[in-house]
């Protein structure tokens, strides 16, 4: 069973290291001069040691003036030659090392951009980050350096066997105590550290969430005195990640222990062996000399060959991870026809919705018809379905059952591009780039529009009288996630964004929940402009600010148990006409 597993192992590994060898091909100039370069540096190793012989038996015992003359010059040629062979190995590695992890970083990233919503809402974003910034980095060990070091190590220890035999296969028998036991080294360790590799990487991914949110938190964590706690969590997972890093360095400690110990061993068989009396008279000390230092530099190349395994094993685990998110499906897609523009007439009829990764029934059979240039507004406690409703329309999700029709047909028959070209949103929490204020305006398709088009989107939305005053106006960058704004701004921004978008689709997700009275009536304001002739759903708690919408949706539990105008549910009585009721007295106990 073991074995099966073990060759099951194997043959995933080198499918894997396969694949992430392909990424070399682009750059193969750079890594064919690298493997000029492996390749020489070894074989000119080889040809000083097998030059051993001659400058002991030559130059010491037979004094030859003729080698007295050109063995420095051989020396110092071989060497010059071996130093360019070096840069051009290190270089060119690093060059192909670092491209390669660069095209795979781009091959994640573009990944995370057509993975569907499901896949974010399953996984920790600090694993996500943990990817581009840590795992990626393991590939540059697998695909460039070890590679590197198999090769030159390899030839190294292949050119000294060929000194050892070509002037004494009798002593070369030495070997037989060394390989089988490098061989044996080599494969222990090898399962070990892939095991330990794939807990290290999973580990990686804690660490960066646990600082992540930390860091983003960091106002709570100082006012509710979280720092304890923080750090307490922190120093469980870097405790962690501490153990796991010491068992990769204790198994590398030991496989280079083990052949050192195996090397002595070696090395004391060849001295007995090259000592026998009979062999004594039958070698000279220029061979007895070049056989040792073959072996002597044989073993520094054999515990860097058993040494690769580490970062080998490493890269190859960092590799099948970042293959499988560079695999995962894409959004699902199968619309054949083009939405050019929607009338936006929207109608969900018996919608469900069952989220995968925890079987939550988030709706349970929603009917709702929202006519063109409508103004739909739900409501309902936390929980009760209408941010999951809304999420539906750009297919963020997929119904789990029933169906969603725009202007009368699938939606799912329209292409995933230009549904989402119909749709403007503006959400509670805004979402702002490390940008000038024109870029975050303009973003994404609308990066083509003029200065103009942008300055009247924002004063359309109540922006320019506090981007007027910005250092830079419109070309002044905000900083990461606009954090030299308050949140007023921001919000104005993104609804400057929704109305040079000029979709037919609306949707307000809590646009003006935590705001001042003086923001929220500016931004109130801007949404009646940006309102105006689209079909809106708006998801809202504060009940002031939709009493004037065609239709209210009232959701509890995935289900919409009341609907109709303002005057219609007061009227009614029901659970509408409570919720308004309790915010009417929370109102006027402020007052």
């Not at 028998?173 to 222990?188: E, G, N």
């Not at 044989?298 to 695999?327: H, N, Y």
Request: glycine content about 8%; hydrophobic content about 45%; aromatic content about 6%.
């Amino acid at each position: 069973m073991s074995t099966q597993k073990v060759s099951v192992w194997d043959v995933r590994t080198w499918r894997t290291y396969k694949r992430l060898l392909g990424y070399t091909r682009r750059f193969r100039t750079a890594g064919y001069i690298a493997i000029v370069g492996m390749i020489i540096d070894p074989v000119c190793l080889s040809v000083f040691t097998g030059m051993l012989k001659p400058l002991i038996d030559n130059l010491f015992v037979e004094k030859d003036p003729y080698t007295i003359f050109w063995m420095p010059i051989w020396i110092v040629g071989i060497f010059l030659v071996r130093g360019v062979a070096s840069y051009a190995t290190d270089y060119g590695i690093a060059y192909v090392g670092r491209n390669v992890v660069q095209a795979i970083r781009i091959d994640v990233f573009a990944a995370y951009l057509r993975l569907p919503a499901a896949f974010f809402a399953r996984e920790p974003s600090g694993q996500q980050i943990s990817r581009i910034t840590y795992t990626s980095e393991q590939v540059a060990s697998a695909s460039a350096d070890s590679l590197k070091v198999a090769v030159t190590e390899g030839l190294t220890v292949v050119g000294m066997l060929c000194v050892m035999l070509y002037h004494s296969p009798y002593l070369a028998m030495a070997l037989l105590v060394l390989v089988p036991c490098v061989v044996v080294i080599v494969t222990v360790i090898s399962r070990r550290y892939r095991k330990i590799s794939k807990r290290i990487q999973g580990n990686m991914g804690t660490v960066t969430s646990a600082v992540e949110e930390a860091v983003a938190a960091n106002r709570e964590v100082r006012i509710y005195g979280g720092q304890v706690r923080e750090t307490a969590r922190f120093g469980d997972v870097a405790e962690r990640q501490r153990r796991l890093n010491l068992k990769v360095s204790s198994t590398s400690a030991m496989s280079s222990a083990t052949i050192q110990t195996t090397g002595a061993v070696a090395l004391a068989t060849l001295v007995f062996l090259g000592t026998r009396p009979h062999v004594l008279n039958s070698i000279t000390p220029g061979v007895f000399t070049a056989v040792l230092t073959a072996m002597g530099a044989m073993l520094p190349s054999l515990k860097r060959l058993a040494g690769i395994q580490a970062s080998l094993q490493k890269g190859v685990t960092a590799a099948e991870d970042l293959f499988e998110i560079i695999d995962e499906p894409a959004e699902v897609d199968t619309g054949t026809e083009e939405l050019v523009r929607t009338k936006g007439d929207i109608r969900f009829e018996d919608v469900k919705l069952v989220y995968e990764r925890n079987n939550h029934v988030a709706l349970r059979g929603v009917d709702l018809a929202c006519a063109p240039g409508t103004v739909t507004a739900l409501v309902g406690r936390s929980g009760s379905g209408k941010s999951s409703l809304v999420s539906l329309l750009p297919r963020f999700y997929e119904p789990s059952d029933g169906r969603i029709l725009i202007d009368g047909r699938d939606y799912r028959q329209y292409k995933l591009p230009s549904l989402r070209k119909q749709i403007a949103w503006v959400g509670q929490h805004v979402v702002l780039f490390d940008d000038t204020v024109a870029a975050n305006i303009a973003y994404g398709e609308m990066a083509g529009a003029s200065e103009a088009e942008i300055a009247a989107a924002a004063q359309a939305a109540n922006a320019m009288e506090f981007i007027e005053r910005l250092p830079e106006g419109l070309n002044t960058r905000i900083g990461q996630g606009g954090n030299s704004l308050s949140g007023g701004q921001r919000q104005r921004i993104a609804i400057a964004r929704a109305i040079l978008k000029n979709a037919p689709i609306l949707v307000l997700d809590e646009a003006t929940s935590a705001l001042d009275t003086e923001s929220e009536r500016l931004i109130q304001d801007a949404l009646t402009r940006l309102m105006r002739d689209r079909t809106t759903l708006v998801i809202a708690h504060r009940l002031s600010t939709i009493e004037h919408a065609d239709q209210i949706a009232v959701m509890d539990q995935g289900r919409i148990v009341e609907l109709g105008t303002h005057r219609e549910l007061i009227d009614k009585g029901g659970q509408y006409a409570a919720l308004h009721r309790m915010q009417f007295h929370e109102q006027v106990t402020a007052g």
